[in-house]
């Protein structure tokens, strides 16, 4: 096994090896140092490239979120900005998809001070919440996951309303549902993840971009660390065929707005709905989708002059409560996966 950490993740990343080594297995430590990191930036270096340890790494990979001290990115020129998420996106995922690692990514470890105060929430109350919701059993969640794909497995149309205003119909297209339950897999097909990320809980199912119409509110916040306002809250989009007509915000937007709308109105920008089977989220920032009964929206990433291959993610809009039928019959959400 191979655990990489920024060096303000080295206890964890340390507790890690050690209890892989308990188990018998080999287990190697890399470290990207912050200070050494942000120095290459403004010294005017290269952004450093994925860990080479990565091309070479056979089994699971462990990759601990970073760095903690985030908010120094924010004062980067724009291009330097791109040169970071290339190389933890792009990059870093087409060497984890070249050498078929089976890959996880621990969020805990990127919950800061400085990003609880950017997004005005108690850091105490975020990093429980989040641990609490890494603990729940894969079991659980893969056996609420399955649930849905069984009930869904043949299904074609899918309405989605709620009393904010919303009602969204969409046809499900039959193709590569991702079930995100904690177990680690081998990248084997081009439209696999390369990693699980811890907290998860999910199922994402490919819709017919043309086949989505109609109203869709947002009751959860939409989190960016790296936007200007970074929530997003009461985001309002409407869709005819496919194509989105019209957006609005209570708050926030800024970045869907200037990156993503004129791009989004050329195209068909929904790719997949998404459903939350994590019984133990509740208003932790940047995890809301993963909310049991959580129904989201992901759309086409913002481009922000990036190419398309750099793998940016998608923006995710997120609905708590709402009633969906499934081909016009009422279709009730399985029972909590590990509810006490």
Do not use: C, K
């Amino acid at each position: 096994m191979t655990v990489e950490a920024w060096s303000s993740a080295l206890d964890w990343a340390r507790s890690f090896v050690l209890e892989a080594r308990r188990q018998g297995a080999s287990a190697t430590l890399v470290l990207e140092d912050e200070e050494a990191f942000f120095d290459a930036l403004t010294g005017g270096g290269p952004v450093p490239g994925p860990a080479p340890a990565l091309a070479r790494a056979r089994g699971g990979y462990v990759y601990l979120e970073g760095p903690e001290a985030f908010s120094r990115l924010l004062a980067l020129a724009p291009a330097e900005v791109r040169a970071v998420w290339r190389r933890h996106a792009g990059l870093w995922s087409a060497a984890a998809r070249a050498a078929r690692v089976r890959g996880v990514r621990i969020r805990l470890t990127g919950i800061s001070a400085a990003a609880a105060a950017r997004y005005q929430v108690d850091l105490g109350a975020w990093r429980r919440e989040t641990l609490e919701a890494s603990s729940v059993p894969p079991r659980r969640l893969a056996s609420a996951a399955r649930a849905i794909v069984r009930r869904l497995a043949r299904a074609r149309r899918l309405t989605v309303t709620h009393p904010n205003g919303t009602r969204l119909e969409l046809d499900l297209r039959p193709g590569r549902w991702l079930e995100e339950s904690g177990r680690p897999v081998e990248v084997a097909h081009r439209a696999d993840p390369v990693w699980q990320e811890i907290p998860t809980g999910r199922v994402t199912i490919p819709i017919a971009p043309r086949s989505v119409s109609g109203r869709w509110e947002a009751n959860r916040p939409t989190y960016d660390r790296f936007a200007d306002v970074p929530v997003d809250t009461g985001g309002r989009l409407t869709f005819r065929r496919g194509s989105l007509q019209e957006f609005a915000f209570d708050r926030g937007g800024e970045r869907f707005v200037h990156a993503t709308a004129r791009r989004l109105r050329r195209s068909r920008p929904v790719r997949a709905v998404a459903f939350g089977v994590n019984p133990r989220v509740v208003r932790a920032p940047e995890i809301g989708d993963l909310a049991w009964g959580a129904v989201s929206l992901r759309l086409a990433a913002p481009s922000d002059g990036a190419p398309a291959r750099e793998e940016a993610p998608p923006y995710v809009s997120v609905l708590d409560g709402a009633s969906l039928e499934v081909d016009g019959r009422p279709w009730t959400f399985p029972d909590r996966a590990g509810s006490r």
